[in-house]
């Protein structure tokens, strides 16, 4: 006797084959596509109409089959109970899906980064056991009894908080990425790395919650005078930058919690400054100080290692935004094109430390020709925001880039005219324009284009 299971899928075959099945296959296109647009509302819906994917007819169901409508031996015994795993962890299929680091580029794990695998993520927002990790000096395990945060300096009212003091305060919700001003370094004289995870996995998104430094700055009494804010870390390196008054009073959040739960160890336990669009360094973790001043804080970070050095020989210092920047996330030199020539939907992350992105355009021939990608929303400042465009392969070499504009009306560059105004000996704000060249063998490379 056949179960619930096997009429219902019997049923749900039997509405699709009557409403497309039985149609002449010009008409049956012209359904699918239909109903596709009608879900979809988009050209990218009709376009993948056409898909060929094969139909469920085409799938024998033999009596004994795990498939549907057979049963699964998983659909014929009880699993375990909620107890098992009082806090959720991925499923064992995702073991590949982990941060991972490039052994020869620091000396220590100490003083290093590990890069988050975006060729495996979807949507906008990291999971906060694969958001990138750069440490100076480790990561501080913190106990948040023990921990305090001074707020002195150009100040009225100095304040002394215990985690407990500063979670009173009224709390907001923002999502904003952070992306080391480093990211993309390698790839500064030549393509570099054959990987999407190291070459742009410096950068993360989370919904950060937690108190706006404005709302403390207020408490404090900020006196006359004052312009900067030295924000100062809790970890061995006792990291330090200096962030402009302004940009305290604007939108920089002390989150203690990410993605609803509180930071990971990893990301600043117990409190982070989150300062949205500017490179992940001024993002200090642990932070336990903040003192106003009238003048930056010129931390060795600040005055050698945050600089960039020109090609007249100048060094250019105080260079806090990420600028607009995008990638595309599939195909790319992990996940490369599997199915051969045919339809295929790429997809890519778009970003600006200035504020919204505003279109995304994506070539298929290394930037000749541009076609405009389509945006998913929400679409947020200083945040990720995810494009995709219908790409039909004809199985030939092709070479797929994409291009950010941000509402500023700033557009992403190529490499070639990065390295005009910075030489080629940049290490910090890559924010270049990623060429993926697909080879007839279904590979993906990275190239730069000369
Ligand atoms: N206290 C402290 N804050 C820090 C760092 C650090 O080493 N110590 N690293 C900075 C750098 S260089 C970056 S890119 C970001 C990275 O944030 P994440 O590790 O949460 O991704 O944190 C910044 N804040
Ligand atoms: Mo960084």
Redesign the pocket.
């Known amino acids: 006797m056949a179960t619930q299971t096997e009429r219902d899928t019997r049923e749900i075959l039997k509405a699709v084959e009557g409403a497309a099945g039985q149609l002449p296959s010009a008409e049956r296109r012209q359904f699918l596509r239909k109903a596709l647009t009608a879900g979809a509302g988009t050209f990218a819906g009709a376009a993948f109409a056409g898909l060929s994917i094969a139909h469920a007819a085409d799938v024998p169901a033999s009596a004994g089959s795990k498939y549907p409508p057979g049963l699964p031996p998983w659909s014929r015994t009880l699993g375990p109970g909620v107890d098992w795993q009082p806090y959720g962890m991925p499923v064992k299929y995702q073991a590949d899906v982990i941060r991972r680091q490039v052994a020869w580029l620091t000396q220590s794990p100490q003083a290093s980064?590990n890069f988050s695998p975006l060729q495996h993520l979807n949507g906008t927002i990291t999971p906060n056991g694969l958001?990138?990790?750069?440490?100076?000096?480790g990561c501080?395990q913190i106990n948040p009894a023990e921990h305090r945060l001074l707020i002195h300096g150009m100040v009225e009212r100095p304040l002394l908080l215990t985690m407990d003091d500063l979670m009173r305060y009224p709390a907001v919700s923002r999502t904003h990425f952070?992306?080391?001003?480093?990211n993309g370094a390698m790839e500064w004289k030549r393509a570099q790395l054959d990987s999407l995870q190291y070459t742009h996995g410096?950068l993360?998104c989370a919904e950060w919650t937690g108190v706006m430094l404005s709302t403390l700055l207020d408490q404090v009494g900020v006196k006359k005078g004052a312009k900067w804010l030295l924000i100062?870390?809790?970890?061995g390196?006792?990291?330090a930058r200096s962030i402009p008054l302004w940009k305290g009073l604007d939108d920089c959040i002390l989150a203690y919690s990410q993605n609803g739960e509180a930071l990971r160890a990893?990301?600043?336990y117990p409190v982070?400054a989150v300062i949205p669009g500017f490179?992940?360094?001024?993002?200090?973790?642990?932070?336990r100080r903040i003192k106003v001043s009238d003048r930056p804080w010129y931390t060795r970070e600040e005055t050698s290692e945050y600089t960039e050095l020109r090609p007249d020989g100048k060094a250019l210092a105080f260079d806090f935004y990420e600028d607009a920047k995008s990638v595309i996330t599939f195909p790319c030199p992990e996940v490369p094109p599997q199915h051969g020539k045919g339809l295929y939907e790429i997809r890519g992350l778009a970003w600006s430390g200035r504020g919204k992105i505003k279109a995304v355009d994506v070539s298929f021939d290394g930037g000749a020709n541009w076609r405009p990608a389509q945006l998913q929303g929400p679409v947020l400042t200083k945040s990720l925001t995810r494009f995709t465009v219908p790409w039909q392969w004809d199985g030939g070499p092709a070479l797929l880039a994409s291009r950010a504009l941000d509402e500023t009306g700033y557009v992403q560059p190529t490499i070639d005219e990065l390295r005009a105004v910075r030489g080629d000996r940049g290490v910090y704000h890559n924010n270049s324009i990623q060429v993926w060249q697909v080879t007839a063998e279904g590979k993906v490379h990275n190239v730069q284009l000369a």
């Open positions: 980064v958001f990138f990790c750069r440490y100076h000096s501080a952070v992306e080391c001003a480093a410096m993360s100062e870390g809790a970890d390196a006792k990291m990893e990301q600043g982070r490179e992940g360094n001024m993002n200090i973790k642990w932070v």
